[in-house]
């Protein structure tokens, strides 16, 4: 399954069942520091690609949401 499996193997319902595997050669897919985003990342971050790395995303403000400043831009956490 190319770096990413199940615990029984089958199908999974919950995005928290996705185990990465982190030891998996991710630099020919332009991915060059899973292992260290994962192991720095808390409940509640999220992955994005800022232009040069993958980054965590920290949560924003309660009650906050997302929003796309479009391509090529930064995320903003916005009321």
Same mark, same amino acid.
């Given at each position: 399954?190319? $770096? ?5 193997g $089958?199908? *999974?319902?919950?995005?928290? &069942? ?8 991710w &630099? ?5 520091? *899973?292992r &260290? ?14 232009? *040069? ?9 309660? $009650?906050?949401m ?9 995320l903003?956490?916005?009321?």
């Amino acid at each position: 399954m190319g $770096g990413f499996r199940t615990p029984s193997g $089958g199908g *999974i319902r919950l995005l928290s &069942e996705l185990i990465i595997d982190a030891d998996k050669d991710w &630099e020919a897919m332009g991915i060059s520091n *899973i292992r &260290e985003l994962a192991a720095g990342m808390v409940k509640g971050d999220l992955a994005m690609a800022n232009g *040069i790395i993958l980054a965590a995303l920290n949560p924003g403000p309660t $009650g906050s949401m997302l929003f796309s400043q479009g391509a090529g831009a930064d995320l903003i956490w916005s009321y």
